[in-house]
């Protein structure tokens, strides 16, 4: 072998080699293992999430309720939302990411795929920190953005949870955001240029781009509210020249950001469903990935308007009330752009069409009332009411989560092989769809009429009552939309038709391999010639302008040639998933921070200290014959 | 082309495996970790100012604690921006293959930084803790919050230098392969350079 040229790295251990059985998921690199992994886990927490929103709907349905006692309550509205932020919706787009990235650009797999590995790991392990906290004196109960100077008087170890939960989810963001930049730079195929990736991959830059920046933000407002509840520092704390309002601005500094996290890669997943069932290529290619980049800017000059009622002055609200109106127009070049896809073409309504045409739908009444916010003597009147939470339910529901599950039909016959049932996916769609707009619909009403939000119960008399009854009815429709799709992956697994390798007759190159792919994903790199490269493959143009198909055009791999080239792949590792167990010991130590906690840290530093070691130290790849 | 790569081609065609300077992945990994550092640095930074500017205190800092004296960090100052230069000598001996100037170098850096830790804990703060603590008032808040968070990216170092040395030792690097050594240098440079933001922000500004 050519390498026994170089100095051989002989370990200290030997690096797991197994790369099939349910062991070798605990040390796998794969990327498409770990976007399986991620998506699965997400869907638990999704799961979890939901069953805290109906407990929420369930004590709300009628005044005076008495299924939750008011500090129940809060820990579960609070928990709610931590929960579909930061295990849900930005993970389940991590796990996509994970998956196609590679894929979509023609690659083995991502730059650094052990630091995937390790930020899985770190993710699962955090979510479990955060949820143990339940069982340790009561969950983080100040609201998703624990606003100071609560967040550091309420009593009990909610709030350091969240503080160090939320540390902890951020870092496996950050080195997932570091990877897919590196990835999506250096790792495209020969001619796939910057203007020739598939929209999700332009929309997961952008994301990786806003994660490398935000989560710094919010890493010094935790680190800062993790000394003062802690260490009894000041930073929020008034009567010692702290400031209440430095939270705010760090939050949302970070927070506005946050959202565009969470939507830009639903909104690049419907960029590729759209041309595929409308037989056309994405109207608008530059302006919408432009307008991606637009949005990825901008971003970061809208955050005081979560902060009109602070009394910044005239001044500022009058120029972040500018500024966030101004956003709305990149956001609406791209709602063109895909009413623009869709006009003319031979539509499909397959259930991922179906999901995504439903996001379009969702996330304009999200976007215009979103608008509504940017006028801040209006802002002044809704702040805190219902009507925030019908405005960002139609975007992170309405948008991310039907996006993500279109992505999720799209995709499954790539990954399993198999495609999940049309008949129920579509009983799914319509249950969610009608389910939602009853859950979330009437938050507006109840919004304008003076709701607020985050009170456990409310009074009769109120012309409440039939709106939040509704409300309740539609949150148990969306949980029947869930069992449906649980029911359809199961009978999928059992009895699923077979998929192909290209059910869909698509247009990128993760349907040029077989489904699912194999490990090494492309047997030859592809080379690109073009954007939609693999359609090209496929059709030529008649002189009539009418795509025809080729003969034998766009052949795609088969299982034959299993060797693959004897293709250089990372070997799985033990040590990501070492050095993530120590960052919750860590997080723990300091929550008691007294004999046992200080143990706790040590043991947190050596264990994530030796994950390290033993990471760098491990033999490399290629000497492992 | 090396002599070693046209040996390849006579048994077997073979991809490089390992590339180092800017078409090494590890260069670009390091290059996210320092702007997304950066940006950290940076938020806490503005935190500092934001409180002093809306503390409403007059006096800066505010109780009875004295202003910063500049003799200690300025010598910390001289002790952690000199070990920046072994650690470029070893980064650009072993680019031209010299192991003794890597390791010399490496271990020369490693003793300036740990010194410079060693002062922070030994000697600053304990000076710092009979003045005030982080709860005293924000102002301690904000000094211990970012001279213990720079700290903390020294400490980091210390053990970046530590993994790098021991793979020094066992002779992993050459000069065509030497990617962790070139992070090493880039991580190193970087928590020097960050320091002048936090010498200027904790020790000079409360002076204007």
Known sequence: MATAAYPTRRGFFTRPRSTTGKWSWFFTVDHKKIGIMYCVTAFIFFIVGGLEALAIRSQLAQPNGEILNAEVYNQFFTMHGLTMIFLVVMPMGVGLMNYLVPLLIGARDVAFPRLNAFSYWVFLFGGIFLYSSFFLGGAPDGGWFGYAPLNETLPGHGMTFYALGLQILGVASLAGAVNFIITIINMRAPGMTLLRMPVFVWMTLVTAFLLLFAMPIIAVALFELMFDRAFQATFFDPTQGGDPLLWQHLFWLFGHPEVYIMILPAMGIVSDVLPTFSGKPIFGYNAIVFAGAAIGFMGWGVWAHHMFTTGLGPVANSAFALSTMFIAVPTGVKIFNWIGTMWGGSLRFTTPMLFSIGFIAMFIIGGLSGVTHSIAPHDAQQQDTYYVVAHFHYVLFGGAIFGLFSGFYYWWPKAFGKLLSEKLGKVHFWLMFLGFNLTFGPFHVLGLNGMPRRIYTYVEGMGWDFMNLLSTIGAFVIALSALVFIANVVITRRRGEEAGADPWDARTLEWSTTSPPPEYNFEEIPIVRHRDDFWHRKYIETPEGEPARVLAGGAVATHEHEAGHGIHMPSPSYFPIVAATGLPLLGYGVIYFNSTGKALLVLGALVTMMGLFGWVLEPGAEERV | ?208
């Open chain 2, 1 to 208: 082309m090396s002599a070693r790569a046209a040996d390849d081609r006579s048994t077997e065609v073979v991809l490089p495996h390992h590339t180092s300077g800017t078409r090494a992945f590890g260069w670009w990994g390091m290059l996210g970790l320092i702007a997304t550092e950066a940006t950290l640095f940076g938020a806490l930074i503005s935190s500092y100012f934001y409180l002093r500017f809306t503390s409403g205190s007059v006096v800066w800092p505010p109780g009875d604690i004295p202003k910063p004296s500049l003799t200690l960090p300025l010598i910390m100052t001289a002790i952690l921006w000199s070990s920046s230069i072994p650690v470029h000598l070893a980064d650009s001996g072993i680019k031209k293959g010299k192991q003794g100037r890597l390791k010399v170098g490496l271990l020369l850096g490693f003793i300036l930084g740990a010194t410079f830790l060693a002062i922070q804990i030994a000697v600053e703060y304990p000076e710092t803790l009979h003045e005030f603590s982080p709860s005293t008032n924000v102002y301690g808040s904000l000094f211990y919050g970012l001279t213990g968070l720079h700290g903390a990216h020294v400490a980091v170092g210390l053990l970046f230098s530590l993994w790098t040395q021991v793979r020094a030792w066992r002779g992993h690097f050459d000069e065509r392969r030497h990617v962790t050594v070139q992070n090493f240098a880039m991580y190193w440079h970087f928590v020097d350079a960050v320091w002048a933001g936090v010498l200027f922000t904790i020790y000079l500004s409360p002076h204007f």
